[in-house]
């Protein structure tokens, strides 16, 4: 399982950016996919889950209202559109995914996700 994610940079504060993780070989419609962030000196941080159909998302209380989280299993591919950005929002990103049968309960703990992708750095200015 080979997740890609990309889309991150350098921003000012309130500014946008648009991650995006992609799938290579296989179809990502039986994953739930994570988006999750560390900051230098800080411990990982659940940002943004969806489920496998993507009728179920979950959003960290710091980034709700101002990121979203979806996803196109046509194109395998998983987004995380995050507005308002703020410099605590510095971190590098990384997307995971975990194998759920289709009523499984959405969890954002990243120790439940076997499979993650390289992670993609994202800078806010202030």
């Known amino acids: 399982v080979q997740l890609q994610a990309s889309g991150g940079g350098l921003v000012q504060a309130g500014g946008s950016l648009r991650l995006s993780c992609a799938a290579s070989g296989y179809t990502l419609n039986n994953y739930a996919i994570g988006w999750f962030r560390q900051a230098p000196g800080k411990e990982r941080e659940g940002v943004s889950c969806?489920?496998?159909?993507?009728?179920?998302?979950y959003h960290a209380d710091s980034v709700k209202g101002r990121f979203t989280i979806s996803r196109d299993n046509a194109k395998r591919t998983v987004f995380l559109q995050m507005n308002e950005l703020r410099p605590e929002d510095t971190a590098v990103y990384y997307c995971?995914?975990?194998?759920?049968?289709?009523?499984?309960?959405?969890?954002?703990?990243?120790?439940?996700?076997?499979?993650w992708g390289q992670g993609t750095q994202v800078t806010v200015s202030s």
């Open positions: 969806i489920s496998r159909g993507g009728g179920l998302t």
């Open positions: 995971a995914a975990r194998r759920v049968i289709l009523t499984a309960p959405l969890i954002c703990d990243s120790d439940e996700f076997p499979y």
